[in-house]
């Protein structure tokens, strides 16, 4: 059975960190470029970070990028998402997925078979 299981969520004050974790089992990250979504209340899940099956290449939106930092550890099978200087606007559940065509060129709008896997989120909470 493919699974994604995320982690590491909380409530956290304006300019904290946090550290999400995404572990898969039943398959390997090592074919699969992972992607970082985030759905906050009222709106449309968003991607905001992905990374290559090599690990190599990064991509993220404008919004977090130089606050966020997503990698991947093949051999632990799972994907990290470093998240600093965390903002109100930050609030949201993040997923985590699995990408089929290991790249992440347009991962953010891919049509939904070319998902392999989602995680269940974890609820992130930026507030004083």
């Known amino acids: 059975q493919l699974q994604l299981v995320e982690s590491g969520g909380g409530l956290v004050q304006p300019g904290g960190s946090l550290r999400l974790s995404c572990v898969a089992s039943?398959?390997?990250?090592?074919?699969?470029?992972m992607g970082w979504f985030r759905q906050a209340p009222g709106k449309d899940r968003e991607g905001v970070a992905c990374?290559?099956?090599?690990?190599?290449?990064?991509s993220y939106v404008d919004a977090v990028r130089g606050r966020f930092t997503i990698s991947k550890d093949n051999a632990a099978n799972t994907v990290y998402l470093q998240m600093s200087s965390l903002r109100a606007e930050d609030t949201a559940v993040y997923y985590c997925?699995?990408?089929?065509?290991?790249?992440?060129?347009?991962?953010?709008?891919?049509?939904?078979?070319?998902?392999?896997?989602w995680g269940q989120g974890t609820q992130v909470t930026v507030s004083s």
């Open positions: 990374i290559g099956k090599s690990g190599k290449t990064t």
């Open positions: 039943g398959f390997s990250l090592d074919f699969y470029a």
């Open positions: 997925a699995a990408i089929k065509r290991g790249y992440c060129l347009g991962y953010r709008s891919l049509p939904p078979q070319e998902y392999e896997s």
